[in-house]
């Protein structure tokens, strides 16, 4: 059963609800709710760590791309991560998730994370907003308008290590919804140990879904707080989605707050 305690979404400049099982919702996210949709800590592949430079080295993984951090500054932990990123046009079939989070590489009991899913299936396409605390399956939120094009700007804060707030805005529309979360329970608590910005590959009907054609996402003005330090994506590590032997993805750091993820 999924957590529903401390259920408080504010809404800026327009309302929006949380999802719950027996709500006049789509077709579409009635059965991805059925299907158990939730992310997944990072799956490592049989595919060996690639050294790419004196600064970052790259790593594969089965479900994440993106860029990661292993560990917070000396004495401190993650709270706060951020990324803007454009709803991409994607093609094919299957689907994609792009989303921020705070732990899941290193420490793996928990992760708190937020971001937006794609999907199409047969030229028909949707896109869901959805936050999650890891191991608990994600929540959708309905009344965000999403369409392609639109820049879309995602906060995790977590205020303790079973408390946190997670902000979706629009910035295309104006449109804004902050959600407070709690721990699914007492195994989930957050170490602060890791963020992330990621496009993943996740897990529906305990599988991994088909990975959809999403073009390109880059995730740009992305930053995470620890304590009083700040970091940026130039510090992390890189890591790009293989499957059977195939890499699926491609990962840059443009600039000190811009990751590319390309679909190859």
Same mark, same amino acid.
């Given at each position: 059963?999924?957590?529903?305690?401390?259920?408080?979404?504010?809404?800026?400049?327009? +309302?929006?609800?949380?999802?719950?099982?027996? #709500?006049?919702?789509?077709? &579409?996210? @009635?059965? &991805? &709710?059925?299907?158990? &949709?939730?992310? *997944?800590?990072?799956?490592?592949?049989?595919?060996?760590?690639?050294?790419?430079?004196?600064?970052?080295?790259?790593?594969?993984?089965?479900?994440? @791309?993106?860029?990661?951090?292993?560990?917070?500054?000396?004495?401190?932990?993650?709270?706060?991560? %951020?990324?803007?990123?454009?709803?991409?046009?994607?093609?094919?079939?299957?689907?994609? +998730?792009?989303?921020?989070?705070?732990?899941?590489?290193?420490?793996?009991?928990?992760?708190?994370?937020?971001?937006?899913?794609?999907?199409?299936?047969?030229?028909?396409?949707?896109?869901? @907003?959805?936050?999650?605390?890891?191991?608990?399956?994600?929540?959708?939120?309905?009344?965000?308008?999403?369409?392609?094009?639109?820049?879309?700007?995602?906060?995790?804060?977590?205020?303790?290590? %079973?408390?946190?707030?997670?902000?979706?805005?629009? %910035? +295309?529309?104006? *449109?804004?919804?902050?959600?407070?979360?709690? @721990?699914?329970? +007492? #195994?989930?608590?957050?170490?602060?140990?890791?963020?992330?910005?990621?496009?993943?590959?996740?897990?529906?009907?305990?599988?991994? =879904?088909?990975?959809?054609?999403?073009?390109?996402?880059?995730?740009?003005?992305?930053?995470? #707080?620890?304590?009083?330090?700040?970091?940026?994506?130039?510090?992390?590590?890189?890591?790009?989605?293989?499957?059977?032997?195939? =890499?699926?993805?491609?990962?840059?750091?443009?600039?000190?707050? #811009?990751?590319?993820? %390309?679909?190859?």
């Amino acid at each position: 059963m999924k957590f529903l305690a401390t259920v408080s979404i504010v809404a800026l400049l327009t +309302s929006s609800t949380l999802a719950r099982p027996g #709500s006049n919702l789509s077709q &579409r996210v @009635a059965s &991805r &709710r059925a299907n158990d &949709r939730k992310s *997944q800590p990072k799956i490592k592949s049989e595919s060996s760590i690639v050294e790419t430079n004196s600064t970052f080295h790259e790593e594969y993984s089965e479900n994440w @791309a993106g860029v990661f951090f292993e560990s917070p500054p000396s004495g401190e932990t993650y709270s706060t991560v %951020t990324g803007t990123f454009t709803v991409p046009s994607i093609s094919g079939n299957g689907a994609a +998730s792009a989303w921020v989070g705070i732990d899941g590489v290193t420490y793996t009991d928990a992760i708190l994370q937020a971001g937006l899913d794609f999907t199409i299936s047969d030229g028909t396409i949707s896109y869901d @907003a959805w936050y999650e605390w890891y191991p608990d399956a994600a929540f959708d939120i309905s009344g965000f308008d999403i369409s392609e094009g639109d820049s879309i700007t995602v906060t995790v804060d977590a205020t303790s290590d %079973t408390e946190g707030t997670i902000t979706l805005e629009n %910035t +295309s529309t104006g *449109q804004s919804v902050t959600q407070t979360v709690s @721990a699914p329970d +007492s #195994s989930a608590t957050l170490g602060g140990q890791n963020v992330e910005w990621i496009v993943e590959d996740f897990e529906e009907n305990g599988s991994l =879904v088909t990975l959809c054609d999403f073009g390109t996402i880059t995730f740009t003005d992305a930053s995470a #707080s620890a304590g009083s330090s700040t970091v940026d994506p130039t510090d992390g590590d890189i890591v790009d989605i293989s499957q059977d032997n195939q =890499v699926l993805t491609a990962t840059t750091v443009d600039s000190s707050t #811009s990751i590319i993820v %390309t679909y190859q």
